[in-house]
């Protein structure tokens, strides 16, 4: 089954967010049909999370097209994430930037495992 479009998976991971009255925004726009999407979770007390697709190989052989990720960076500092952020970027100018402030940490991403 092929993979829901960036744009379409990010807008409505946005509005999920805002359901659940969590604070998020998007701070880049990435190439709508297929742009690498990456998660920062600040958790409003000096410590932050980078969330990122996750390799292909975690994936199961009969995958149903999700998207799924990978913590990039845990309880690190807000200045290593958008270090990291800045790397990925100089990678590829095509991928999306969701940021989402939220003390608990809560992200609602599908994480490979």
């Given at each position: 089954?092929?993979?829901?479009?960036?744009?379409?998976?990010?807008?409505?991971?946005?509005?999920?967010?805002?359901?659940?009255?969590?604070?998020?925004?998007?701070?880049?726009?990435?190439?709508?049909?297929?742009?690498?999407?990456?998660?920062?979770?600040?958790?409003?007390?000096?410590?932050?999370?980078?969330?990122?697709?996750?390799?292909?190989?975690?994936?199961?052989?009969?995958?149903?097209?999700d998207?799924?990720?990978?913590?990039?960076?845990q309880?690190?500092?807000p200045?290593?994430?958008?270090?990291?952020?800045?790397?990925?970027?100089?990678?590829d100018?095509?991928?999306?930037?969701?940021?989402?402030?939220?003390?608990?940490?809560?992200?609602?991403?599908?994480?490979?495992?």
């Amino acid at each position: 089954m092929p993979r829901l479009r960036s744009d379409f998976f990010v807008s409505a991971h946005l509005r999920r967010l805002d359901v659940a009255n969590i604070p998020a925004v998007l701070r880049r726009r990435g190439a709508a049909e297929a742009g690498a999407i990456f998660v920062k979770v600040d958790r409003l007390d000096g410590s932050a999370d980078l969330y990122g697709p996750a390799p292909q190989a975690l994936f199961d052989d009969e995958s149903s097209g999700d998207r799924r990720f990978s913590p990039l960076l845990q309880g690190a500092t807000p200045l290593d994430v958008e270090e990291r952020l800045a790397k990925e970027l100089r990678f590829d100018s095509d991928l999306w930037i969701i940021e989402i402030d939220d003390r608990a940490g809560r992200h609602f991403l599908d994480l490979a495992e």
